[in-house]
């Protein structure tokens, strides 16, 4: 079991290694990690569904590196393997590119779409030890490139400190998260917590927001106090001042609402991690697209983890209950969990993704961006709850 003070991955730097087969992906990976984490073997396409290995590299901090199958792999159960690829290719913060002898068609593609999504590329010559002229070599993927090549061995060890220097240089100047809960509390602001306990939280356990949000508030020196909805109102009679802050669970927002101080500002779990992790003016704007379902639309529901379904749970149950109550029982609802998001959207109306903790916001604003693209409005749970039960305008939120 993780660790409460291990980094969650969703807030790691994402590293990914991507190549054609057999380009020296994975012994690139295990030689920069110290250990071995993918298998190595001289069979093309041994590498299959992404192998993901959180680290901590000096200099770097905590991070997550990718391997990937080969974007080259071939047959039926081959195209699956290059859509993982491209899936893995979307979450990364810097991408390790692996060019080869031959044709470099496709690794230009890959660089280009890389730079499109402002990603760092770094280009590497993989195996020194092999290559019987690397300066020839680099020579040429500069002139394909604009950009001169690592040149490393992981055999042998060379260039693997040049690389990690290229990787402390390339860490995006804004990967630092914005703060959770921004300005919306600080030192010796009391924020009051409501966390329903019922069955969709874990036994003996908090989940992954409300645990971080604790975090940061502390590290505030706020003072923190957590009480279920049912001790909410003996919460606020026990207080000699409201509040200045009260963050509940979106199911129960309209409850706390209405049972909260006028001068306590309020919002949810969700909704700050809507700003912590996507693009919260895009879901508020997203949100007014509710008003105009009819019980002949389409909306994709987007959960970012996969659980077994529960008889009350918030994304398969309350959140359409919701929605059907407003726009009409025919409407149709369809669910993706995990990383099944599909690329083409076009047939929704309307996308509402979860509060995304379990994913780091490249990725998530990459699916925003997807949604952006093809023209299809994007909200999250606590967002568009907050819009059905006619709280949105009262809601407060981080600014982005």
Known sequence: MASLQETPSANRVHIGFFGKRNSGKSSLLN??????????????????????????IAGLGPCVLVDTAGFDDIGTLGSRRVEKTRQAAERVDIALLLCTQGDLEEEKAWYTWWKEQKVPVILIISKADQEKD????????????????VVVSAATGTGLKELRDRLLRALPQDYDPVSITGMLAGGGDTVLLVMPQDEQAPKGRLILPQVQTIRELLDKNCMVLCVTPNQFPDALAG??????????????????????????????FSVLFAAYKGDIEYYIQSASCIGHLTDS???LIAECCTHAPLDEDIGRVKLPRLLRKKCGEGLRIDVAGGMDFPEDLTEYDLIIQCGACMFHRRYVMARIGRARKQGVPMTNYGVAIAYLTGILDQVAIVKS
């Open 31 to 56: 030689a920069l990690a110290g250990q071995a984490v993918s298998i190595v073997s001289q069979e093309a396409g041994t590498t299959t569904d992404p192998v993901s290995k959180p680290m901590e």
């Open 239 to 268: 207080l000699k001042e409201p509040p200045k802050l009260i963050i509940t669970d979106s199911q129960v927002f309209r409850q706390v609402y209405e049972q909260k101080p006028e001068e306590s500002m309020l919002t949810s």
């Open 297 to 299: 639309s389409r909306v």
């Open 134 to 149: 690397t300066a020839a070599a680099a020579r040429r993927i500069e002139r394909l490139f604009g950009e001169l090549p």
